[in-house]
């Protein structure tokens, strides 16, 4: 006979791990320091992809007169690009590492349920000798 117990317990966990659990159990492969990082970096680099599009796309929609009204001359206008690019990714890092902070600490507590989930369907089942 199937004790309803450990039937529950199973399928509790085989619904985390086919749902959830999967991007759960991979962020837990890492430290904190680690998931936070690396994601901040793939941010870093799209943020800094869409910026490029985003100036291009400016350069287009003015049909490139952005270009001929340099008065102050090339240098004021890089350096007004440099500013706006700095106070974009740093709004847009701050944003990523408080998202993914929170994100990485979520997946540790559901993690850290599922393990505890996992012991105690493996305290049901004991050592394998009475059955």
Request: glycine residues 10%.
């Amino acid at each position: 006979m199937v004790d309803e117990e450990k039937l529950k317990q199973m399928t509790k966990l085989a619904v985390y791990e086919a749902g959830e659990g999967k991007k759960d159990l991979k962020i837990g492969e890492f430290n904190r320091w680690d998931y936070v990082t690396m994601q901040m970096a793939k941010g870093w680099i799209y943020s800094t992809v869409a910026f490029g599009i985003m100036g291009v796309c400016e350069l287009v929609y003015r049909d490139f007169t952005l270009l001929d009204r340099l008065e102050n001359g090339l240098g004021a206008f890089i350096a007004g690009l440099v500013i706006h690019y700095l106070i974009i990714e740093f709004g847009y890092q701050a944003i990523c590492f408080f998202v993914y902070n929170i994100r990485f600490t979520k997946a540790l507590k559901e993690t850290k349920r599922y393990e505890r989930m996992l012991g105690r369907l493996l305290h049901y089942y004991g050592d394998g000798s009475n059955e």
